[in-house]
């Protein structure tokens, strides 16, 4: 079975500051792995993903995450905090075998401090 | 750029009514999704559907909750008699094929029972 614990359900940063937002799966399989964004009374939008081949992959508004297999882990992260990265993140897993659903971290609330 | 639509944006019934959630998926994914998060817990996974039949579902949907697809449009969750537990928030999400393909996820339809 796949599930996801992301450490640390609250992180606050400083505007520029780096941000670091951890996610470590379990999975049977090779992982497909996400990273998604909630803004307050919005849904959820897709930030990155790892499927297959290069490790560390970019997403949109300067994200990125790096899939080490040996660690389980897909860290979030962003050299420079922005106020508008103010929201929840959601890290999620799925895999081949277990059919098509997401399997969801409890999700970790960034707030970035002015 | 496509998008996952869902209305209405706030349902607020009394227990034992029925409501039906509805969502209008990307049109030309495959997969369709139901999803709800309770107020403060992690996204946790409801059903799947392709090709005009479940999937998937998780322990969560039990004989209260079905799916339907009416039209070519439109993917409806219903629940047949509320309890105030089902207060959350739905998504209904989308995607093009299976588990490696990002789900696509719709704005979110806030239930309230009381």
């Known amino acids: 079975a796949q599930s996801v614990t992301q450490l640390g359900s609250h992180v606050s940063v400083s505007e520029g500051a780096l941000v670091l937002l951890r996610c470590n799966y379990s999975s049977s399989v090779p992982p497909y792995l996400f990273w998604y964004v909630q803004y307050p009374n919005q849904g959820l939008q897709l930030l990155l993903k790892y499927t297959t081949g290069a490790t560390l992959v970019k997403g949109i508004n300067g994200f990125e995450a790096e899939f080490k297999k040996s660690e389980t882990s897909f860290h979030l992260t962003k050299p420079s905090a922005h106020m508008s990265d103010a929201a929840e993140y959601f890290c999620?897993?799925?895999?081949?075998?277990?059919?098509?659903?997401?399997?969801f971290g409890t999700g970790t609330s960034l707030t970035v401090i002015p | 750029e496509p998008e996952v639509t869902q209305t209405p944006s706030h349902q607020v019934t009394q227990m034992g009514q029925e409501v039906i959630l509805r969502c209008v998926p990307i049109s030309n994914h495959l997969y369709f999704y139901w999803y709800r998060q309770i107020l403060g817990q992690k996204v946790e996974f409801l059903v799947s559907?392709?090709?005009?039949?479940?999937?998937?579902k998780s322990e969560i949907f039990d004989d209260q909750f079905s799916v339907e697809r009416p039209d070519g449009s439109n993917f409806t969750l219903k629940i047949r008699s509320t309890k105030l537990e089902d207060s959350a928030m739905y998504f209904c999400?989308?995607?093009?094929?299976?588990?490696?393909?990002?789900?696509?996820f719709g704005p979110g339809t806030r239930l309230t029972v009381t």
């Open positions: 999620a897993v799925s895999a081949s075998n277990t059919g098509n659903q997401f399997y």
């Open positions: 999400a989308s995607s093009a094929s299976g588990s490696f393909y990002e789900q696509y």
């Open positions: 559907f392709y090709n005009n039949e479940i999937s998937e």
